[in-house]
């Protein structure tokens, strides 16, 4: 406590680490509407983009009515309606308790941003974009974040499971690499969006029987 007392009693001093100019150029770039900037999609670069190129790489996009559809007003009441129905119910049969009740049901939620990252990697010149769905504080971001933590332990039973490119290099180090093998890689467009609820839910439930 002593230390954070410290720490409080100089945060009065703020020393900039900018000079005037580029103070200045800082807040003449938050004000331009002629462009946009992102950071990229691999690589940590920073982004400077048309905004006319980049609106046109959103809508095409949201063009694919294979993915998307456009909706006719605003659903949110109707979700939220479902998602306290759903809570009551697991309340009542004792799913939920009083803490994860209130936890999951958002009653003043944030609608979700659409916005796209730039995949420099694949073209400088009018990069493709990377769909992100900001959707912190939305309707079933708590929900998602409590379906996340009971399913880590169990995903991580899961023999097909690694946790990201750093595990896969330490697996391959301990493999006897025989000399016809050949590596691949697949690359699946549009992952998420055009996994199938019902069936992404029966993935789910049949991995849960495995591990169990």
């Not at 993915?67 to 129905?85: A, W």
């Not at 694949?122 to 996340?148: C, M, V």
């Not at 595990?167 to 969006?193: C, F, H, P, R």
Request: charged share 30%; glycine share 4%; aromatic share 8%.
């Amino acid at each position: 406590m002593k230390d954070l007392r410290t720490v409080k009693n100089k945060t009065h001093y703020k020393r900039c680490n900018l000079t005037k100019e580029e103070t200045k150029a800082l807040k003449n770039l938050q004000k331009e509407k002629q462009i946009i900037i992102r950071p990229a999609d691999k690589g940590g670069s920073i982004v400077i983009q048309d905004v006319e190129k980049y609106n046109l790489e959103c809508y095409r996009q949201l063009s694919d009515t294979d993915t998307y559809r456009k909706l006719m007003g605003n659903p949110t009441v109707k979700f939220l309606k479902e998602l306290e129905e759903l809570c009551n119910k697991g309340k009542n049969i004792d799913v939920l308790n009083d803490d994860e009740y209130n936890y999951i049901l958002n009653k003043h939620p944030r609608i979700p941003v659409f916005y796209c990252i730039p995949k420099i990697h694949k073209n400088q010149e009018n990069p493709p974009g990377r769909p992100i769905i900001s959707g912190i504080n939305s309707l079933t971001a708590n929900l998602s974040h409590y379906i996340d933590v009971l399913l880590q332990p169990k995903v991580k039973q899961v023999p097909s499971y690694t946790k990201d490119s750093t595990q896969i290099i330490q697996i391959i180090e301990n493999i006897k690499w025989e000399e016809q093998w050949i590596m691949g890689a697949l690359d699946v467009q549009s992952l998420y969006t055009i996994i199938n609820h019902e069936k992404g839910k029966e993935a789910v439930f049949s991995q849960l029987r495995k591990v169990d």
